[in-house]
């Protein structure tokens, strides 16, 4: 049946999903109309809260940049690059390689979203560079969405920023709200069912959408290939990158002597003292506030580690430039969503659409109502904190008229939020920038996930709900 059902939605996305960047063209000016049809501000007033808004994730745009810069980095350093290798050959058939890649970037999602995203990409184009050398026909686009829906929990997990936020002292929640402690959310029972019960059903839809013989299998890019191979033949005349040596006479014209700078450029204890510095940070950082990661500390650990493993500046000055090629979506993107935030939050929009769900709430339905109006509201306003900083208030002076407990608001929220990043793009450029995807070859595959997770969010608030 998810076979039947995801083909016309593979087909349908091919046909008609535009490219990511002009896909949030269109939102930017769909986002201006509802603006402009459901507020009471005017045209001006919206475009200068587009205006404002296009700075507006700058900080958050710098440290998505160096998730994908360092990710990528760590990725194809020798030493972690024959690590993945090794664990891209651990699924013997296609059908386990979907359900491990799901399960493996759904696992590193609950640690960290960031961590999920990169995790993911890295293990699908590893394992279709492994399905390739052994022969094996893997569908790469079902590949990486498999990665991409292991996405679909980090709201879930450790980093969730709505959970934390509201177990935060001094946050905008606990300063109206009080401290709803992560115990409640979480890591409540229901939460850690709903989330291993979401995992396995992923997995399984991508192992059910699986091609069959007789079904066309797109495997992974040529460009990927090559650059595999270059990896592993390394720069010519490198033999520590594997490359042929070179002589150190060819014929008259002798080599020259290493300057100093070059000898500079190829000590390793230049970049091991910094990775040894921030190491030591590091456990510093841990010891006093605990295991608490946030984007910065994902970031200082990935570049802890590439400096701690690298053979020189000189090496880590060629990685870092292969590296450089994944963040140019993010950096042209990201500006435009940016904008859209703006308009949604300034204008008055996301409280209008959040309202509507309010008022047609019951008790027992209100979670499922917030589920559903996060994940709306989730498609103009992608970034989950934000999100949540909007929604948040509406929702849980609702929850306090009705007499709903605070926690599965929360969650309900938090849901909605990771649940339509299924089909909002937003997310999916840091993962595609590194699998050399774009977003219309996997969409109609996470659609599918969209529909399988959302029966299990939506079931678990019910459930809930009614107790």
């Known amino acids: 049946m998810l076979r039947a059902l995801s083909r016309p939605m593979v087909t349908l996305v091919e046909r008609y999903m535009p490219n990511s960047l002009v896909f949030a063209v269109i939102l930017t000016f769909v986002v201006a109309g509802l603006a402009l049809g459901l507020t009471d501000a005017g045209p001006v007033d919206v475009v200068r ?171 992974l890019p040529d460009d990927a290939v090559e650059a595999d191979e270059d990896e592993h033949e390394g720069p010519a005349g490198d033999p520590s990158q594997g490359g042929a040596p070179v002589p150190a006479d060819v014929g008259p014209t002798a080599k020259p002597a290493a300057t100093l700078a070059d000898r500079i450029d190829g000590a390793r204890a230049v970049t091991l003292s910094i990775g040894v510095a921030l190491l030591v940070y590091l456990a510093v950082y841990f010891v006093q506030e605990g295991f608490n990661l946030t984007l910065d500390i994902v970031n200082w650990t990935f570049l802890a580690a590439i400096l701690l493993v690298v053979k020189s500046p000189r090496e880590l000055g060629t990685l870092v430039a292969d590296a450089g090629r994944t963040v140019g979506e993010v950096l042209i993107q990201y500006p435009l969503y940016a904008g859209i935030l703006g308009m949604t939050t300034a204008t008055g929009l996301a409280a209008v659409i959040s309202d509507f769900f309010v008022s047609i709430a019951t008790p027992g339905t209100l979670g499922l109502w917030a589920f559903l109006a996060a994940g709306l509201l989730n498609m103009f306003v992608p970034s989950g904190g934000g999100q949540f900083a909007v929604q948040a208030p509406i929702f849980m002076g609702s929850a306090e008229s009705l007499g709903v407990d605070a926690a599965p608001i929360i969650m309900a929220i938090s849901y909605g939020d990771q649940w339509t990043n299924m089909i909002q793009p937003f997310w999916t450029l840091p993962l595609l920038a590194v699998a050399r995807l774009g977003v219309r070859d996997i969409l109609g595959y996470t659609i599918i996930t969209l529909v399988v997770s959302g029966i299990i969010f939506a079931g678990t608030l019910l459930v809930v709900g009614a107790g």
């Open 49 to 219: 809260a587009w205006g404002d808004g296009l700075a507006g994730l700058l900080a958050f745009m710098t440290q998505i940049a160096l998730v994908l810069l360092f990710g990528y980095t760590l990725a194809h350093t020798p030493p972690v690059h024959r690590f993945l290798v090794r664990v891209a050959g651990l699924p013997r058939s296609p059908k386990a390689a979907y359900a491990f890649v799901a399960l493996v970037a759904g696992i590193a999602s609950l640690i960290s979203w960031g961590l999920g995203l990169i995790v993911g990409g890295i293990l699908a184009i590893e394992i279709g560079r492994s399905a390739r050398r052994r022969g094996v026909r893997v569908h790469y686009p079902l590949l990486v969405a498999s990665a991409y829906s292991g996405f679909v929990v980090w709201h879930m997990g450790y980093s969730g920023s709505g959970p934390l936020a509201a177990a935060t002292e001094g946050s905008f929640f606990a300063e109206e709200f009080g401290v709803v402690p992560v115990t409640e959310t979480t890591f409540s029972t229901w939460n850690m069912i709903a989330t291993v019960l979401t995992l396995a059903a992923v997995a399984g839809a991508m192992v059910l959408m699986a091609p069959r013989s007789e079904d066309p299998v797109v495997e």
